[in-house]
């Protein structure tokens, strides 16, 4: 299995300020099945930690929940390899809306 950066994009200004970036993945299970997860999002808490938030809804409550689940390898996976290329990625950052991630093959 591989996960693999298909690129980040700055947020779009309905994001909460909290949103560094969102990220596209493609997850290649085997070489014919693969997944691509959209909307994945590099978030900041306060000035310190940053974590990488899965695609997720909101209800008419105000509760988010998640649009699909990992098992929790898969899901720290997908959180090292994201936030890996994040790093990288924004260390290079233009001002292009959107650039792809340099590498992102784990």
């Given amino acids: 299995m591989s996960v693999k950066i298909i690129s980040f ?24 099945h693969k ?12 000035q310190s930690e940053v974590w990488l938030g899965m695609p997720s809804l909101k209800n008419a409550h105000g509760a988010y929940f998640p649009i ?16 890996e290329a994040f790093e990288k990625w924004s260390l290079g950052q233009q001002s292009d809306q959107t650039l792809p991630a340099n590498g992102g093959v784990r």
Avoid: H, Q, Y
């Fill in 35 to 46: 997944i691509t997860l959209d909307d994945l999002r590099v978030l900041r808490n306060g």
């Fill in 68 to 83: 699909v689940e990992f098992s929790p390898k898969l899901k720290r996976d997908i959180e090292d390899a994201v936030l």
């Fill in 9 to 32: 994009s700055l947020p779009s200004p309905n994001k909460p300020r909290s949103v560094l970036a969102t990220a596209r993945v493609e997850i290649t299970c085997d070489s014919v």
